[in-house]
Nanobody, 127 residues
Framework: QVQLQESGPGLVKPSQTLSLSCTVS???????????WHWIRQPPGKGLEWMGV???????YYSPHLKIRTYIARDTSKNQVTLQLLSVTPEATAVYYC??????????????????WGQGTQVTVSS
């Protein structure tokens, strides 16, 4: 069974960098299962927003709206996928999820398209 667990600071100040990790168990992020590892967020009172994805081979794709400020990477030694969002504003306040798909998805957020989801982590951007 594949499990995803997000972690990171719950509070970030405006203009700082938001850094989150997603620890994966039950599958290697780099070999074998050919999963794609996504970051998706949900601001309060709004729908899910797809942010970007990193493939099992390390290729990355980003939402055009966030591309300039978003960086997704992986640490294969820890079996983790990471997210950095630069120069955050209060509009970045959201629950952040990592999710896994078995095909390359660029943008959709319908839950049934993803094989696995983490439980999400709340991030608040405030001074």
């Amino acid at each position: 069974q594949v499990q995803l667990q997000e972690s990171g600071p719950g509070l970030v100040k405006p203009s700082q960098t938001l850094s989150l990790s997603c620890t994966v168990s039950g599958a290697s992020i780099a070999t074998g299962n050919y999963y794609y590892w996504h970051w998706i967020r949900q601001p309060p009172g709004k729908g899910l927003e797809w942010m970007g994805v990193i493939s099992y081979s390390g290729s990355t794709y980003y939402s055009p709206h966030l591309k300039i400020r978003t960086y997704i990477a992986r640490d294969t030694s820890k079996n983790q996928v990471t997210l950095q969002l630069l120069s955050v504003t209060p509009e970045a306040t959201a629950v952040y999820y990592c999710a896994a798909s078995q095909t390359l998805l660029l943008g959709p957020t319908a839950e049934h398209l993803y094989a696995y989801w983490g439980q999400g982590t709340q991030v608040t951007v405030s001074s």
